[in-house]
């Protein structure tokens, strides 16, 4: 029996900070999982990470190092089971590169509080799975900005901005790994 692996992007404006720490420590905390991970940008620059965010990372024992800035690709995003950019803005502009993908959509941290109230089924494939699960969710879930649903962009800003960016995220993948992973799925 083939196993299959669900394929999960994160999506933040330049693919230089928030996304590509979220990439590093989703890969981390889900090693084992059947599950790849991946991130791109909205305006991508091709660009390295920060030296702030290479000093986040080290603070975790991760390693963004290698990391260059990649372009969200209309393709890649509909070969996506699950999308997760770091705001509602970037929701917004993947909506209407490609409208097909709104259910397999969520902010990070929206999707964080989702799928503690809808678990997931056991040996479910995960996109056919929110295809139908959250297809009738209301597009106004995108509509407007809420702290509750976006992560603060660190870039430019002091190192106490980057930690409290890593605050917001990592327990947000931590849910979402025990959510869809938790008994082995």
């Not at 999506?11 to 900070?17: I, L, Q, S």
């Not at 109230?117 to 479910?124: A, G, V, Y």
Request: aromatic share 6%; glycine share 6%.
């Amino acid at each position: 029996m083939t196993r299959v692996i669900d394929r999960i992007m994160f999506v933040c404006t330049a693919n230089e900070c928030r996304s590509p720490f979220v990439e590093a420590y989703a890969r981390r905390a889900g090693e084992g999982a059947p599950v790849r991970f991946e991130s791109s940008g909205t305006e991508a620059t091709g660009r390295a990470v920060p030296e702030q965010g290479l000093a986040l990372a080290a603070e975790h024992r991760l390693s963004v190092a290698q990391h260059r800035s990649r372009q969200v690709d209309v393709a890649i995003l509909a070969d996506q089971d699950l999308i997760l950019p770091m705001s509602r803005i970037h929701a917004r502009e993947l909506l209407l590169l490609a409208p097909a993908v709104a259910p397999r959509l969520f902010t990070l941290k929206q999707f964080a509080r989702w799928i503690a109230q809808h678990p997931r089924p056991p040996r479910s494939h995960l996109g056919s799975w929110l295809d139908a699960a959250a297809a009738d969710r209301p597009r106004t879930n995108f509509v407007g900005d809420d702290r509750l649903d976006d992560v603060a962009d660190p870039v430019g800003r002091p190192m106490h901005y980057w930690r409290r960016m890593a605050e917001d995220v990592v327990p947000a993948i931590d849910a979402i790994l025990d959510g869809l992973y938790q008994s082995g799925r």
